[in-house]
């Protein structure tokens, strides 16, 4: 006897569950007939048309990746006939890979999480943080910041996408301990040198460098800097230490750069006579004067030429100084060679010339008029001078000259007649 069936395609129905990638999807068929009436069920699950991946009504099958997938399936029935399905789609849904990073691992300091999961779609939905398996946070942000309370933490990060597959990472985070920055020095005065001592410790690490910053430009990265301030007044000095393990600490403290005390001298003259004496005084606000004759006075007699300086010291132990050379006047030497000088060009006391020049390693030489008004100077004089001022020759007159030989001063008079 022969049967007869029906055989479209709409006969077969295949059911599929949505999983992650990786794992087995479970499939069924359902056909419109009897049972009794079926002799194989053959599967195409790589859409190759040929039916030799599977067998049986229900099957499991993992695919190799997250993708859509089609499937067909070939029923062959007890009296020879086949009937096949429609093309039937499979969803494998991606798995994420969960992953994260962690940076400024130092104990006391806010440790950042930097979440760096991943897959394909974007289909991320959500990620759930743990720290030694309590949850801290359900959170959509890739950042995550928290406080450790210890030198190590188990943290533990579960990436969940959209269609509710995850990834779990568990990292170890150890934490690096910070310097304790410390630093000493003394208040100084302007221009002197300041010595920073360097007090940081740190027990289970190594501080690697130091910055410094002076609060006045200048930085230093010396362990136990000097530096001098070239101004007074109070001055931040920042202290920034850096382990091998990029941990750091900053402190900072004040300094107060005194200023230095006045010390000028003043005196009646520079040039002093043979058997003279000159009185030399100091202009300070301090009481601790001391000059280079060994008085503490603050004026002392000089009789004769020489170098004198006066150090003052205030009550902050700043100190200041000043120095001030006196020249000895020869009386009645004669240093020029005629106190006449006659500038007409015919080559006979037509200049300012200085006996036997040749003798004197320095000398220098001034011109004033009768009003004081300097008509001449020279710091380095050839004996070159002509009489002639602000490109004229000078009327005639008398004129006062002051020449400075080695360490000696003469002063005189010349008369130029025209």
């Known amino acids: 006897m022969f049967v007869c069936y029906a055989t479209t395609a709409q006969e077969i129905t295949i059911t599929s569950d949505t999983v992650c990638e990786g794992f087995p999807t479970s499939l069924s068929a359902s056909v419109n007939i009897n049972e009794s009436l079926i002799a194989a069920y053959l599967w195409d699950l790589d859409f190759d048309g040929y039916y030799n991946n599977a067998t049986g009504k229900d099957i499991q099958h993992t695919f190799l990746s997250s993708d859509t997938f089609f499937v067909k399936l070939q029923v062959d029935l007890n009296d020879g006939q086949t009937l096949f399905s429609d093309d039937t789609r499979v969803i494998i849904r991606p798995l994420p890979v969960a992953n994260f990073s962690a940076s400024n691992l130092c104990i006391g300091e806010s440790v950042t999480l930097t979440n760096t999961s991943e897959i394909a779609n974007n289909e991320l939905l959500f990620y759930e943080w743990y720290i030694d398996s309590d949850d801290i946070a359900d959170s959509e942000n890739k950042d995550l910041v928290f406080l450790p309370d210890g030198i190590s933490q188990s943290i533990t990060l579960v990436a969940i996408s959209r269609g509710g597959c995850s990834d779990t990472v568990n990292k170890e985070i150890f934490l690096d301990e910070k310097p304790n920055s410390n630093f000493s020095f003394e208040n100084s005065c302007k221009f002197d040198t300041v010595d920073f001592i360097n007090l940081s410790t740190i027990n289970d690490d190594s501080i690697v460098y130091s910055i410094w910053n002076f609060g006045d430009s200048i930085l230093s ?20 230490n850096v382990t091998k393990n990029n941990c750091t600490d900053t402190i900072t403290k004040d300094i107060e750069i005194f200023e230095l005390p006045e010390a000028s001298i003043v005196a009646e003259d520079t040039v002093i006579f043979p058997k003279d004496k000159l009185t030399l005084s100091v202009q300070s606000g301090s009481n601790d004067i001391l000059w280079s004759t060994g008085s503490n006075e603050n004026e002392i007699l000089v009789f004769s030429e020489g170098i004198y300086s006066v150090r003052v010291k205030d009550m902050n132990d700043c100190v200041n100084s000043d120095t001030i050379i006196i020249y000895e006047l020869a009386i009645n030497e004669k240093v020029i060679k005629s106190e006449v000088l006659t500038p007409n060009g015919d080559g006979i006391n037509d200049l300012l010339e200085i006996k036997e020049m040749f003798r004197h390693y320095h000398c220098q030489a001034y011109v004033y008029d009768e009003w004081g008004q300097q008509v001449y100077g020279s710091t380095n004089y050839q004996n070159d001078w002509n009489c002639i001022y602000n490109g004229n020759y000078l009327s005639a007159g008398a004129y006062y000259y002051l020449i400075k030989l080695n360490d000696r001063s003469f002063r005189g008079c010349v008369n130029i007649l025209r």
């Open 221 to 240: 990265i010396s362990e136990h800097p000097e530096h001098a301030f070239l101004t007074s007044g109070i001055f931040t000095v920042q202290l920034v």
